[in-house]
C-alpha cells in the first residue's frame, strides 16, 4: 500500500526560505512529484526526482532520500504568489499518482 | 485554449440526479484519469483509463462509473448523486514515454449536490 504524510499548513514571511517536508512508504519506488495548486485551480507539476540528491530549478529545489522514504521541497526567496498547496505523491504500481494531503503555504508580506 | 478541457465547470444539482462529467483533451495521451479532492483528504484517485479498451478502478470508485469513448474523451457518471459526492472533480492526462510521465490536469469541475 501506499502511505503519504506531509504537513497539513505553513507559513511564511515574503522573501524567507521554506522547507516542506513529505515522507513516504511504498511497496515500490517509482519516483515522488511534487505539484502546485493554487486555491480552486488545477495542480501543476513542479518536480519529479526518481535519485537521491537535490534537484534545483530556479527559485524552487526538491530533495530525495529513498532509504529514508523522505522529501522535501525547498522555496527560496517566497514571493506573495507562493501562496497554494503543495502535493506531495508517488506512483503507485508503476501506473497509477497517489497523492498526500498537501500542505497549504502561506506567505505574508 | 487549454490542453484538458472539463465540462461543466460548475454544477449543483439535487439528489438522486444522473450527472455526467465531461472530459476531453488534445495532448494526444493514451491514459487518462479522473480524480476527486476534497478539503483535508487531497486528490483521490476514482477511475483511470490507459486506452479506449481499458477501465480501472482507483481508490474509491463505488458511486461512479466511467466511459472512454475515443483517445481524446473520458467521462465520469454519477448515476444517482448522493450529497457527500459534492466535490472538486479533475481529469487528468499523461504520457508513459515521457520522462517523468506527469499528470496535466484539466480545470476542475466543481460539483455540488443538495
Known amino acids: 500500500g501506499q502511505n503519504i504524510d506531509q504537513p497539513t499548513e505553513m507559513t511564511a514571511t515574503e522573501g524567507a526560505i521554506v522547507q516542506i517536508n513529505c515522507t513516504y512508504q511504498?511497496?515500490?519506488?517509482?519516483?515522488l512529484f511534487w505539484y502546485q495548486q493554487h486555491a480552486g485551480e488545477a495542480p501543476t507539476f513542479l518536480s519529479y526526482?526518481?535519485?537521491?540528491g537535490l534537484e534545483e530549478k530556479g527559485r524552487f529545489s526538491s530533495f530525495l532520500s529513498r532509504s529514508k522514504g523522505y522529501s522535501y521541497l525547498l522555496l527560496k526567496e517566497l514571493q506573495m504568489k507562493d501562496s497554494a498547496s503543495y502535493l506531495c505523491a508517488v506512483p503507485q504500481d508503476t501506473d497509477k499518482l497517489i497523492f498526500g494531503t498537501g500542505t497549504r503555504l502561506q506567505v505574508f508580506p | 485554449d487549454a490542453d484538458v478541457t472539463q465540462t461543466p465547470r460548475n454544477r449543483i444539482t439535487k439528489t438522486g440526479k444522473r450527472i455526467m462529467l465531461e472530459c476531453s483533451q488534445t495532448?494526444?495521451?493514451?491514459?487518462m484519469y479522473w480524480y476527486r479532492q476534497d478539503p483535508g483528504l487531497g486528490l483521490r484517485l476514482i477511475y483511470y483509463?490507459?486506452?479506449?479498451?481499458?477501465?480501472n478502478k482507483g481508490e474509491i470508485s463505488d458511486g461512479y462509473s466511467v466511459s472512454r469513448q475515443a483517445q481524446a474523451k473520458f467521462s465520469l457518471s454519477l448515476e444517482s448523486a448522493i450529497p457527500n459526492q459534492t466535490a472538486l472533480y479533475f481529469c487528468?492526462?499523461?504520457?508513459?514515454?515521457?520522462?517523468?510521465?506527469?499528470?496535466?490536469f484539466g480545470e476542475g469541475s466543481r460539483l455540488t449536490v443538495l
Open positions: 495532448k494526444g495521451h493514451d491514459r
Open positions: 511504498t511497496s515500490g519506488f517509482n519516483g
Open positions: 487528468a492526462t499523461s504520457d508513459p514515454g515521457h520522462h517523468t510521465g506527469e499528470l496535466f
Open positions: 526526482n526518481v535519485l537521491d
Open positions: 483509463s490507459f486506452d479506449v479498451k481499458d477501465i
